[in-house]
């Protein structure tokens, strides 16, 4: 779409006309080249979540709209899978939302819980789906950096007392998390997630925490949800996705969990969104959350394996490469190969060696 065509969507929205990730990987596949600029694997999940979902499309018990909040198996498997992971105990069926993918519980979440002109605090760099989810919601982004490589002498790191100066702000209202964080890799540790709540808890924010990577952390690395810390369970709507944990993303299954007043109003939202999400796949990704703890060490040992082989062939060609706890993603420092801009480097790479980046 052309700007000459925008002239009817309200001005708050018209930056963003384009996703990058769309936009790259539309790329990709125009040039022909490997994309390794989105966040999906590039291989299936486990067959036996397949076979769920083809024999719910077969029985025909997948095939019409679900219950509106996700079907009450589904529900249940995350409140399990809360309960096992993390010790936290969640009710199916008042404290779980399913929906279409993590995405949409981001959307609803922020569209539910912000007022015009709310303050919405970010870590810089951030999923680009945030910014445009919180104009929709008519608050105001506030970003805060991230310590930088340069800054830490190792990854990105979270800056606390920027972090507590944004919080200050009367017009504070909500705390988007996400640790393990998209694009940088970066987990956060003990120590931050103490200063994260006690941020929070001095400035009586809401915390929407993007956990759609929980398990892929890479050791000695943890992933710890905000919500398990005192006095955060309350204040905390936390987001998960079948499509990242089970490497099926196009499934587009996720979910909110938290206290029922707030998972409420993420359920008031989402059902006037998508209304329902992926019936066949919901009792799939079901059985996916209810699989033995091997499944997923295996999961992270075989992402372990390819982030070393990736950071390891970039530092051979002269990138420098920042340390990564976790996710799918590996952040590159570009002027070791002649740039000093990525947005330059990234859009000429296609073409000069057939691969697709994301800038941030």
Not at 152 to 178: C, H, K, Q
Not at 253 to 277: C, F, I, K, M, T
Request: net charge negative.
């Amino acid at each position: 779409m052309s700007n000459d065509h925008l002239d009817r969507l309200v001005p708050r929205l018209r930056p963003f006309e384009k996703s990058i990730f769309g936009e790259m990987s539309a790329l990709a596949t125009r040039v022909g080249a490997v994309n390794l600029g989105q966040g999906f694997p590039d291989s299936d999940g486990p067959d036996e979540l397949k076979r769920i979902a083809i024999e719910a499309i077969d029985s025909g018990s997948g095939n019409q709209y679900p219950p509106v909040h996700g079907l009450p198996d589904l529900r249940l498997a995350i409140a399990e899978h809360q309960q096992r992971f993390y010790g936290l105990t969640v009710d199916p069926v008042t404290d779980v939302v399913v929906t279409t993918g993590a995405s949409e519980a981001l959307a609803a979440a922020l569209i539910a819980l912000v007022n015009q002109g709310d303050q919405v605090i970010v870590l810089e760099p951030y999923f680009d789906l945030y910014a445009a989810a919180i104009a929709i919601a008519e608050g105001e982004r506030i970003a805060v950096p991230l310590r930088t490589p340069a800054q830490t002498g190792s990854g990105f790191r979270l800056d606390a007392e920027a972090l507590r100066a944004a919080a200050s702000s009367p017009r504070a209202r909500i705390l988007l998390l996400n640790s393990p964080h998209n694009p940088t890799g970066m987990v956060l540790t003990d120590a931050e997630l103490a200063e994260v709540a006690d941020i929070a808890i001095a400035h009586d924010l809401i915390v929407i925490s993007d956990e759609a990577y929980e398990h892929l952390v890479f050791e000695p690395n943890r992933h710890v949800p905000i919500a398990t810390l005192p006095a955060m369970f309350e204040r905390t709507v936390t987001i998960g996705s079948g499509g990242k944990s089970f490497s099926f993303t196009g499934w587009k299954v996720g979910w909110a969990s938290g206290p029922a007043d707030l998972v409420a109003a993420v359920r008031v939202v989402r059902q006037h969104l998508s209304y329902v999400s992926g019936g066949p796949f919901q009792p799939a990704i079901a059985a996916g959350l209810r699989l033995p703890d091997f499944y997923f060490a295996h999961l992270i040992e075989g992402f372990d394996r390819r982030r070393h082989s990736l950071s390891n062939g970039l530092a051979e060609l002269g990138f420098g490469v920042c340390a990564t706890d976790g996710t799918y993603f590996v952040v590159t420092d570009v002027r070791g190969v002649g740039y000093e801009d990525g947005e330059t480097f990234c859009r000429e790479l296609p073409e000069r060696a057939g691969v697709v980046a994301i800038p941030i």
